[in-house]
């Protein structure tokens, strides 16, 4: 599904495995590739198609960030929300950092918000950024993130310690700051509804 | 009485399931249980065996269960979590399940030793732990050992109708060592061997005294 200039957004499947391994890169920490213990997972394509294979994937919680031409430059989540609340972790990665600053991370990122704010109805959207990720932080910065604060000295990699930033947006901020449908966003892409 | 002979740590096993199961079905000490405050007595349960029950000794854990124990039985419970080998991290959750010793000396000596064992044992280099904005003597505990408050979570947990804030905060281990060093001068039998040497000599006396 084309939802701007230049990104499509569709769901992953099992047969995505090879090229995403290439996006669990080990000489590049991110953020999205943390385990509940913080720690770097760097699994293998058989793994992964084994993920991908998985009854919640297939159900929609991977999605797959593509260009014009079909090739890969991303992906992203929202996980579900626990049932007593209605926010949402993002995970989100671009495989190549300048694009954070350019249409496909614009488009993509608005992609997701819609689709946790407007779809979804979440009261807020949170997301983690490592102090390494300053294209990635930008972006969410664009997008109405605010700092929750910053746990240091979390994860452990490339012989340091990495500090790792939370970050949320609240719906009413969303919606206040949200460019009418079809007015031109920061990437002058058009805003769509999400699926 | 000195505070050494209040309070020890011990690992939790299944005999402890009952008493940690009537702590759980109370209300109060379940508004600060995290997770959520509708799972049944029986999921409760489920998982409390599930916290309790044997593991391979040879399996390396990714968390920890303690009991906090006194001279009059159990007094709460005590969780090492996400341990991370990897960042040599974890997170910790510390209920005082029995009322009558619900203060801030138990609490106190129970987080001081746990973090004794986390750092000094498991060789940990940060621990973390997530309170409720509401649980005000919890976070005043972190921040008088030292810990710093590195996230606070707007509107974050459910509780009766209400959102509350959360606070994240991490206490590294320079943090710990300023503490321990704070911790030997005022109180030298505080340290985590003191109370091993004690539990020993109580045990050898209810031995005999059969």
């Given at each position: 599904?084309?939802?701007?200039?230049?990104?499509?957004?569709?769901?992953?499947?099992?047969?995505?495995?090879?090229?995403?391994?290439?996006?669990?890169?080990?000489?590049?920490?991110?953020?999205?590739?943390?385990?509940?213990?913080?720690e770097?997972?760097?699994?293998?394509?058989?793994?992964?198609?084994?993920?991908?294979?998985?009854?919640?994937?297939?159900?929609?919680?991977?999605?797959?960030?593509?260009?014009?031409?079909?090739?890969?430059?991303?992906?992203?989540?929202?996980?579900?929300?626990?049932?007593?609340?209605?926010?949402?972790e993002?995970?989100?990665?671009?495989a190549?950092?300048?694009?954070?600053?350019?249409?496909?991370?614009?488009?993509a990122?608005?992609?997701?918000?819609?689709?946790?704010?407007?779809?979804?109805?979440?009261?807020?959207?949170?997301?983690?950024?490592?102090?390494?990720?300053?294209?990635?932080?930008?972006l969410?910065?664009?997008?109405?993130?605010?700092?929750?604060?910053?746990?240091?000295?979390?994860?452990?990699?490339?012989?340091?310690?990495?500090?790792?930033?939370?970050?949320?947006?609240?719906?009413?901020?969303?919606?206040?700051?949200?460019?009418?449908?079809?007015?031109?966003t920061?990437?002058?892409?058009?805003?769509?509804?999400?699926? | 009485?000195?505070?050494?002979?209040?309070v020890?740590?011990?690992?939790?096993?299944?005999?402890?399931?009952?008493?940690?199961?009537?702590?759980?079905?109370?209300?109060?000490?379940?508004?600060?249980?995290?997770?959520?405050?509708?799972?049944?007595?029986?999921q409760?349960?489920?998982?409390?065996?599930?916290?309790?029950?044997?593991?391979?000794?040879?399996?390396?854990?990714?968390?920890?269960?303690?009991?906090?124990?006194?001279?009059?039985?159990?007094?709460?419970?005590?969780?090492?979590?996400?341990?991370?080998?990897?960042?040599?991290?974890?997170?910790?959750?510390?209920?005082?399940?029995?009322?009558?010793?619900?203060?801030?000396?138990?609490?106190?000596?129970?987080?001081?030793?746990?973090?004794?064992?986390?750092?000094?044992?498991?060789?940990?280099?940060?621990?973390?732990?997530?309170?409720?904005?509401?649980?005000?003597?919890?976070?005043?505990i972190?921040?008088?050992?030292?810990?710093?408050?590195?996230?606070?979570?707007?509107?974050h947990?459910?509780?009766?109708?209400?959102?509350?804030?959360?606070?994240?905060?991490?206490?590294?281990?320079?943090?710990?060592?300023?503490?321990?060093?704070?911790?030997?001068e005022?109180?030298p039998?505080?340290?985590?061997?003191?109370?091993?040497?004690?539990?020993?000599?109580?045990?050898?006396?209810?031995?005999?005294?059969?």
């Amino acid at each position: 599904m084309k939802v701007g200039e230049c990104v499509h957004i569709r769901m992953a499947d099992p047969d995505d495995a090879e090229a995403l391994v290439r996006f669990y890169d080990p000489t590049i920490a991110r953020s999205m590739l943390l385990d509940v213990r913080r720690e770097l997972q760097y699994p293998t394509a058989d793994e992964l198609r084994e993920t991908l294979r998985s009854k919640e994937v297939r159900a929609g919680l991977l999605y797959i960030i593509e260009d014009d031409a079909g090739a890969l430059r991303g992906c992203c989540a929202l996980k579900p929300p626990a049932p007593e609340v209605t926010y949402s972790e993002m995970l989100f990665g671009l495989a190549q950092d300048e694009d954070y600053a350019g249409p496909i991370g614009d488009e993509a990122m608005a992609w997701l918000l819609a689709s946790a704010f407007v779809k979804r109805r979440l009261s807020k959207v949170m997301a983690q950024c490592l102090e390494t990720e300053a294209g990635y932080r930008g972006l969410l910065a664009r997008h109405g993130f605010t700092s929750d604060g910053v746990q240091r000295e979390v994860v452990y990699t490339g012989g340091r310690y990495l500090a790792l930033e939370t970050l949320s947006v609240v719906r009413d901020a969303y919606l206040a700051r949200r460019p009418p449908v079809d007015a031109p966003t920061a990437s002058n892409a058009k805003v769509v509804s999400p699926p | 009485m000195p505070i050494k002979q209040r309070v020890f740590i011990r690992r939790a096993d299944r005999e402890d399931l009952n008493t940690v199961v009537s702590w759980m079905e109370d209300p109060d000490f379940q508004q600060f249980l995290y997770g959520d405050a509708t799972r049944s007595p029986k999921q409760l349960r489920e998982q409390i065996i599930g916290m309790l029950g044997r593991t391979n000794p040879n399996a390396i854990p990714s968390s920890l269960f303690l009991l906090i124990d006194t001279d009059n039985g159990p007094a709460g419970l005590l969780s090492l979590q996400n341990i991370s080998w990897r960042n040599r991290s974890c997170s910790i959750d510390l209920y005082i399940g029995d009322k009558s010793v619900r203060n801030s000396i138990v609490a106190a000596m129970a987080f001081f030793r746990s973090m004794q064992y986390a750092f000094d044992e498991l060789n940990m280099h940060r621990v973390s732990a997530f309170i409720y904005a509401f649980n005000r003597p919890s976070w005043r505990i972190m921040e008088l050992s030292g810990a710093v408050r590195e996230l606070t979570l707007k509107d974050h947990v459910a509780r009766d109708g209400e959102l509350h804030d959360m606070y994240g905060y991490g206490f590294l281990r320079p943090e710990y060592e300023k503490l321990r060093a704070r911790y030997a001068e005022r109180y030298p039998d505080a340290t985590l061997e003191a109370m091993a040497r004690d539990l020993a000599e109580r045990n050898a006396r209810e031995e005999a005294a059969g």
